[in-house]
């Protein structure tokens, strides 16, 4: 999501904190994150969409903490997101810092006051004695043991508390101390849940376009919060679409689009067969023959039975030459090369067809299986990761949706010699 131009000129004047001899200016926190600020409990968990402003949270408590005269650290998933909020801190506190350690990435502040910067990559060095304050800043992606065994007993001696900042990642351990906040019996704890859009600086518009261009359930965690039972499923409503009988041949009138993705090592080549006019899946081979010949040889033989307008191919490595000996014998094979960055939107055009029932599919079980069990992992740095699961395979997956890309393609369509 882009950020609008010019947001920190909005109406947020900054705040100050002026101790006899510093001065140290914030973002004036906007209704949500005062919510979470002014709350008395001693644990806080907060889970928002994406760019709520969670990390500026967490840095204005650490910080109001800090000038006070108490010990606190922060703790990120990583290092290099540790790296942003030490080196924003260290500018937020210029003027109020009497020393510092690199290395340890620690802030001794005028007023005695401590911060450490941690990532929780290793739960051994964040062992330490004695805080007033812990900030883990996007919770739901830390290992449950940098709370368990490292930061809550570090708590105990100064009964000190703990803000947990995140979006969900499923019902982990986050989504159990967020529903322990919402349970009164657990006086200390208090949870929070706010949409993107409970920052009044983020543009509706743009929240608008995500939910238009992402898989619902994705939406629904990264923009809306919800914890989610089976967070990393990305293709819904599969069995539902499964209603097409196999067809034995062209129909007069349609047009075909091919999807290939080429078996490496154990793996298999698949060919699916969209019809493009009724967008049903029509055919599915799966092979894994020795030799590369061999297997353009059957994908050569599909192709005269559809007819296909287009051959869409995966490009990368082996894929490359295949393609070129396919087009030198006539076909109209088109490559897609595979990145982070094109596989996201491919992947997602697939699923948001299955949701809006705008494609069907055969009932075949190793489709519906690897459809299935396919899955999404949110990384840190803000981008999807889509993959079968460990030693799961997804060719079948991977044909469909080269396919389908096809299919939605306009002007794509080369004629067939
Ligand atoms: N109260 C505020 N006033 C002005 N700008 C703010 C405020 N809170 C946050 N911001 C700005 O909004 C942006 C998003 O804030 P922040 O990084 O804290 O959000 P986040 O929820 O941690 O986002 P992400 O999901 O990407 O980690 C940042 O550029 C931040 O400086
Ligand atoms: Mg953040």
Redesign the pocket.
Known sequence: MT?PKG??H?P?KPFEWSMSTVRVTL????PG?IDILHHPARFKVVA????????????ILLIERALAGRIGWWISPTYRMADDVWRSLKIALNGAIQAKNEHMRRLDLVGGGVIRVCSGHDPDALRGAGLDVAVL??AAYLHPDVWRAAIRPALVDRRGEALF?S?PNGRNWFWGLYMLGQNPAYADWQSWRFP?TA?A?IDPAEVEDARHLLPERLFRQEYLAEFLADSGRVFRRVEAAATVTPEVGPQPGERYVFGVDWGRDNDFTAVAVLAAHSRRLVALDRFNEIGWSVQRGRLAALADHWRPDAIWAEANSIGGPNIEALQYEGLPVLPFTMTAASKGPLIESLALALERDELALLPDPVLLGELQAYTLERLLS?RFRYNAPPGGHDDTVIALALAWHGVSQTGASISFV
């Open positions: 950020w947001v920190n909005r947020f973002f004036q926190p906007h994150q928002c969409g994406r760019r709520f402003g969670k990390t500026e949270t967490g840095k800043d996007e900042l979006t993107t920052n600086l803000g």
